[in-house]
């Protein structure tokens, strides 16, 4: 299972675990070492307030718990309005993942000073809410909470009290003195009074203390006082200002009963709101999506139309068309930012931004489902029949068609919601519902469904680069590989360099493999991310019979598109095969010695990490392990990589659909590239190749000194021919010279 934890900050977050969970470490060390002699050491239940409030409190808790539990159930009835999906299996998978991210705050890093901030209140305030639990089982239940372990128990409250109070301040310092952007532009009414109302209680819990501990403990049990550090800190110099104990005892109960509706009001809250991603958030992350974020799957990034043939709507326009779990997910966002600001479209000034077409929905959703709810309810007509729609109407169709499917917005968001899937099922609805896309979408699916490939105006065969090379096996069922060449690596002049690279370099290697030629055709990743979903199962369909019609086992990809779709997608269709990309596949053979990288590239190359490779499929270190088998070569990384990596632009279909207005994605990336003085961009995707040389063409920082782009295959390809057969090869196929000279 992939973990997309973010690293650059995990020193500063590991070190708050460790502050956070040393507190219960440190009340049992003090006791082991000073407290033993402090046996008798207890506190009375209800003191100074008197046992009659037991019963209504037990009832007031009542009245609360059904409040709390009418929240979340309430949107649930909503969220049933969606169409049914699976969330289930996989149990260990899904609770796994739930300690990583939902206990464990795995994917907090990112934002050192809001992981630390939202680390303290939140594992401060659990251990505060446990704390309380065991007070109350012990108050009412058996009783245990006695000698050490009651002044154990105090330390570790009142610290788990201050780290909150801590998060609190930083919480609210951030709101009103640092305001970062994305605060400014999410920020609810509830946010603001959500901070004030924790600090409240734990304040007046600190004071409750105090005055406690000034009428009892200090007058009565000096030792025990100090176990309780904060409410001794407070009470002290009451007392040394000569505060009866009287008038603590008045005190106390002025706060006690401040304290206590603050405290029930917030646990009724917690099923409402922004809070409610207490609950919301923690089911959110269970019942994620644990397959790699570019699987096909039912419940994944882009899940099949079910009865397609048959199906009366296709993709998501109205609010019944979404599935349960995306109309959930549109409750679970809490407004953090973190997608928007990872999100190269909103980035680059598109009109897209995955916080506000959720915030867009959330709205919808509020507004118009429970009309819906009640017509169900009476079996009368949709209200909302004929009335605005959520694709192209809620949610623009600049919106819709800004996204990249890049998956920064997944890969960031700590609750686990699933843009892509809404967007691209947007998409559907437009394209196979309203015949209603780009022009250049519109040119991109006819150019595939006429000729089965999306490349307008190429002047190249599928076989051309076979006739030139002259060396090249076509598959017959007895090789254990099939080289799935793709549409780009055939058909783009650019990327076919990099398609007779990798043929040499398998030849090199005495690797057994076939290609198909002519007989290849589109493996459907334009057509299924540019919303035809029809022409992606006719596509998937079409290769996967031949697959099993040739006996192939195992396939060899070029493109990460290919390889995602190959490997994650086709399986829905009874397509089950072992695909392999091939930098994955070259970087095995180098550690095998069956490739041996000899000629220098005294160059110094960054590697940009494929988006469909990286991220959605979490391969990141092979490509960079070829690079670093380069004789001579220097490696650097660009500010964003791994995880965290920029898109070039080219995903979603996007490699044929004009942009939106704003600044290019390539151009931004290629900035990237070039700030780190490199010579040579590697790449492992002929989409990022062909965006790359677009960008630093158009950067001129980056076009003056001449920076090159290049497949790693080719790369590699350099190292490992001789120099004369490099010479020879070049002599022979003067289109290799780019590709098989090393870069000067």
């Not at 050192?112 to 007070?135: E, P, Q």
């Amino acid at each position: 299972m992939r973990t997309n934890l973010t690293t650059r900050n995990w020193p500063i977050t590991l070190a708050t675990y460790a502050a956070i969970f040393s507190v219960p470490i440190i009340a049992i060390a003090l006791l082991l070492s000073v407290g033993l002699h402090l046996g008798g050491a207890e506190r009375e239940a209800l003191w100074n307030i008197g046992d009659w409030v037991r019963i209504p409190i037990w009832v007031a808790a009542a009245v609360i718990l059904l409040i709390f539990v009418n929240g979340p159930f309430r949107r649930y009835r909503l969220w049933r309005l969606g169409r049914g999906e699976s969330r289930a299996g996989n149990w260990f998978q899904r609770a796994k993942a739930f300690l990583l991210y939902g206990i464990g705050q795995g994917r907090l890093p990112g934002d050192t000073y809001a992981s630390v901030m939202h680390l303290l209140i939140f594992w401060g305030f659990a251990g505060l809410f446990i704390g309380t639990l065991i007070v109350a089982f012990n108050d009412d239940f058996y009783k245990f909470i006695s000698g050490t372990i009651y002044l154990g128990l105090s330390l570790t409250l009142d610290l788990c009290g201050l780290l909150a109070t801590v998060g609190v301040l930083m919480a609210l310092f951030r709101r009103y003195f640092m305001r970062p952007a994305k605060l400014r532009l999410a920020s609810l009414w509830d946010d603001v009074v959500l901070l004030w109302l924790i600090l409240a209680i734990l304040v007046t819990g600190f004071l409750v203390e105090a005055m406690r501990l000034g009428a009892t403990e200090l007058p009565q049990h000096p030792d025990w006082a100090g176990w309780s550090p904060v409410g001794w800190i407070i009470a002290r110099p009451l007392t040394a200002l000569g505060v009866e104990p009287a008038t603590f005892k008045d005190m106390h109960r002025v706060f006690w009963w401040a304290h206590l509706p603050l405290a029930f009001g917030f646990i009724a809250w917690v099923g409402y709101g922004k809070i409610s991603h207490i609950l919301l958030g923690s089911a959110n992350i269970f019942m994620r999506n644990i397959s790699p974020t570019g699987a096909a799957i039912a419940g994944s990034t882009l899940a099949p139309i079910a009865d397609i043939e048959t199906a009366e709507v296709f993709g998501a326009g109205r609010l019944q068309d979404f599935t349960w779990k995306q109309i959930m997910d549109v409750d679970v966002c809490v407004r953090c930012g973190r997608c928007e600001a990872n999100c190269p479209a909103n980035l680059t000034g598109k009109e897209l931004s995955p916080m506000g077409f959720l915030r867009d929905m959330h709205a919808y959703v509020d507004k118009t489902a429970p009309l819906m709810l009640r017509a169900r309810r009476n079996g009368s007509k949709d209200p909302l029949e004929g009335e605005r729609l959520i694709a192209g109407d809620v949610v623009s169709d600049n919106v819709i068609w800004d996204c990249l499917t890049c998956g920064a917005c997944e890969t960031q968001c700590p609750l686990f919601i699933e843009h892509i899937p809404k967007l691209v099922g947007m998409r559907r609805y437009l394209v196979m519902d309203q015949a209603r896309m780009p022009e250049t979408a519109q040119a991109t699916l006819m150019q595939l469904e006429q000729r089965g490939h999306p490349w307008r105006g190429t002047p190249l065969a599928r076989t051309s680069w076979i006739e030139e090379m002259g060396n090249v096996p076509m598959f017959d069922g007895s090789q254990e590989y099939l080289f799935w060449v793709g549409c780009s690596g055939a058909l783009s002049e650019r990327n076919v360099l990099t398609t007779k690279a990798i043929a040499r370099l398998l030849n090199q290697a005495g690797v057994s493999y076939g290609v198909l030629g002519a007989e290849e055709t589109c493996c459907g990743d334009p057509a299924r991310r540019l919303g035809n979903e029809y022409l992606f199962m006719l596509q998937a369909q079409q290769n996967i019979e031949l697959f099993k019609a040739k006996g192939v086992k195992k396939i060899l990809t070029s493109c990460p598109h290919g390889f995602n779709t190959l490997k994650n997608e086709y399986p829905q269709f009874d397509g089950h095969f072992e695909v392999i990309h091939h930098a994955d596949f070259f970087a095995q053979l180098v550690r095998e010695g069956r490739l041996k990288p000899r000629e220098a590239l005294a160059q110094k190359i960054t590697y940009h990490d494929s988006c469909y490779l990286g991220r959605h499929n979490n391969l990141y270190e092979a490509p960079r392990h070829i690079v670093a088998s380069l004789p001579g070569a220097e490696a650097v990384e660009m500010a964003r990589t791994r995880v965290e990596s920029f898109c070039c632009g080219g995903g979603g279909g996007h490699m044929w659909v004009e942009e939106n207005p704003g600044k290019r994605v390539n151009q931004d990336r290629a900035i990237e590239a070039e700030a780190t003085g490199a010579q040579i961009v590697a790449t492992a995707c002929p989409l990022c190749l062909q965006m790359f040389e677009d960008g630093i063409a158009a950067v001129p920082a980056a076009a003056e000194r001449e920076m090159k782009v290049y497949d790693v295959a080719e790369l590699l390809d350099m190292a490992v021919a001789p120099a004369p057969a490099v010479a020879k090869a070049a002599k022979a196929d003067p289109s290799q010279s780019q590709a098989a000279e090393p870069p000067q």
